[in-house]
């Protein structure tokens, strides 16, 4: 075997063993572990203000950290708590003038079916009312099954609050005790064999998911703003939700603002609004550039990924790990890249 056979044998078996354990870690580990994850990353974010507390002020380190931690996760809570009570607020009103838009949507409905009939040449009340009946159905299996399914699982859901608590609890403390005790367990990584092969990977991660993070929340809020300003200049009075919802739909791999937008501009055009329509596609045609220029400057060469291997690690991903691969797909495909660049380079 020749020396170049023997180095690609080497990559080949280097690439398949980075990808193996990213898909055992992600598969088994990761649901185990993201709680700590995230706790180490949040501790990361606050400790140079518990050490500036801790060393410039003289503080104990004890109260330097909870001091942190609580105007930290008060000032979210504020945050969250404005936003979450002005979407409940449109909630509310969307659901107590339900019957209302029920009506005006099965209007506009049968319009549609009617400039369908005409223009195929259907028998009038056709196309309505096999609509008709399917929405009907529809509702009647909500009813009937899926109703009382939720019903019935009302222990599963109380569990699942339950479980929600305590991983936000078993955070918050994880996020004290890493604040509290960081240079200790910067030491301890020190004394690890594999310590310069942790760092590695944990500087490449660092750096991509900063990157994805930083440029996935920067756009999301400008989408979020934008498709709110443009429904309240339509007169829609659930902006903030609808904006809200837009904003993170767009976030999400291979679904886009476009999802919504588009078929919800056609909608108007049909109904004969067509400053409406108008408005609803602007604000797609902007949403969309703004992520095209925007993602590629803020990310940088951070990833550094072709079309069509992003495309193809985010199906891959979403095949093994569901909504979670669509994410870690492309991140794995860039770790094993790099680790294989860094051995072919060494």
């Given at each position: 075997?020749?020396?170049?056979t023997r180095?690609k044998?080497?990559?080949?078996?280097?690439s398949?063993?980075v990808?193996?354990?990213?898909?055992?870690?992600?598969k088994y580990?990761?649901?185990?572990v993201?709680?700590?994850i995230?706790?180490?990353g949040?501790?990361l974010?606050i400790?140079?203000?518990?050490r500036?507390?801790?060393d410039k002020?003289?503080f104990?380190?004890?109260?330097?950290?909870?001091?942190?931690?609580i105007?930290?996760?008060g000032?979210i809570?504020f945050l969250?708590s404005?936003?979450?009570?002005?979407?409940?607020?449109?909630?509310?009103?969307?659901?107590e003038?339900w019957p209302?838009?029920?009506s005006?949507?099965?209007?506009?409905?049968?319009e549609?079916c009617e400039?369908?009939e005409?223009?195929?040449?259907?028998?009038?009340?056709?196309?309505?009312?096999?609509?008709y009946d399917?929405?009907?159905n529809?509702?009647?299996?909500?009813?009937?099954?899926?109703?009382?399914t939720?019903?019935?699982?009302?222990?599963?859901?109380?569990?699942?609050f339950?479980?929600?608590?305590?991983i936000?609890?078993v955070?918050?403390?994880?996020?004290?005790?890493?604040?509290?005790?960081?240079?200790?367990?910067?030491?301890?990584?020190?004394r690890?064999?594999?310590y310069?092969?942790?760092?590695f990977?944990?500087?490449?991660?660092s750096?991509l998911?900063?990157?994805?993070?930083?440029?996935?929340?920067?756009?999301m809020?400008?989408?979020?703003?934008?498709?709110?300003?443009g429904?309240?200049f339509v007169?829609?009075?659930?902006?903030?939700?609808?904006?809200?919802?837009?904003?993170?739909?767009?976030?999400?791999p291979?679904?886009g603002v476009?999802?919504?937008?588009?078929?919800?501009?056609?909608v108007?055009?049909?109904?004969?609004?067509?400053?409406?329509?108008?408005?609803?596609f602007?604000?797609?045609i902007?949403?969309?550039?703004?992520?095209?220029?925007l993602?590629?400057?803020l990310?940088?060469q951070k990833?550094?990924?072709?079309p069509?291997?992003?495309?193809?690690?985010?199906y891959?991903?979403y095949?093994l790990?569901g909504?979670?691969?669509?994410?870690a797909?492309?991140f794995?495909?860039v770790?094993?890249?790099?680790?294989?660049?860094?051995y072919?380079?060494?």
């Amino acid at each position: 075997m020749t020396r170049t056979t023997r180095h690609k044998c080497k990559i080949l078996l280097l690439s398949g063993g980075v990808a193996a354990a990213a898909y055992l870690s992600i598969k088994y580990i990761l649901p185990l572990v993201w709680p700590f994850i995230l706790a180490y990353g949040l501790a990361l974010l606050i400790y140079p203000v518990v050490r500036f507390l801790r060393d410039k002020l003289h503080f104990h380190k004890n109260a330097a950290t909870a001091m942190t931690l609580i105007v930290v996760l008060g000032g979210i809570g504020f945050l969250l708590s404005v936003l979450v009570s002005r979407v409940f607020e449109q909630m509310t009103r969307l659901v107590e003038s339900w019957p209302t838009y029920e009506s005006q949507i099965l209007k506009y409905i049968k319009e549609m079916c009617e400039l369908i009939e005409k223009a195929f040449r259907i028998d009038e009340g056709q196309v309505y009312g096999r609509v008709y009946d399917g929405i009907g159905n529809a509702m009647t299996n909500w009813q009937v099954n899926i109703m009382p399914t939720l019903m019935n699982n009302s222990i599963s859901t109380l569990m699942a609050f339950v479980d929600v608590i305590i991983i936000v609890a078993v955070t918050v403390i994880a996020v004290f005790y890493m604040a509290r005790d960081m240079d200790d367990m910067r030491k301890i990584k020190q004394r690890n064999p594999f310590y310069k092969e942790l760092c590695f990977v944990r500087g490449l991660m660092s750096k991509l998911v900063r990157a994805y993070i930083r440029s996935q929340a920067i756009i999301m809020s400008l989408v979020a703003v934008i498709c709110a300003v443009g429904l309240a200049f339509v007169g829609n009075s659930y902006y903030i939700l609808l904006g809200v919802i837009v904003g993170i739909l767009d976030a999400l791999p291979l679904i886009g603002v476009g999802v919504v937008m588009i078929p919800w501009s056609i909608v108007y055009m049909f109904m004969g609004e067509y400053l409406k329509a108008a408005t609803m596609f602007t604000i797609f045609i902007i949403c969309y550039l703004l992520r095209e220029f925007l993602e590629p400057k803020l990310m940088g060469q951070k990833i550094g990924m072709s079309p069509i291997a992003s495309l193809i690690s985010i199906y891959v991903g979403y095949r093994l790990f569901g909504i979670i691969g669509m994410v870690a797909g492309p991140f794995v495909y860039v770790l094993v890249r790099e680790i294989v660049a860094n051995y072919d380079n060494s």
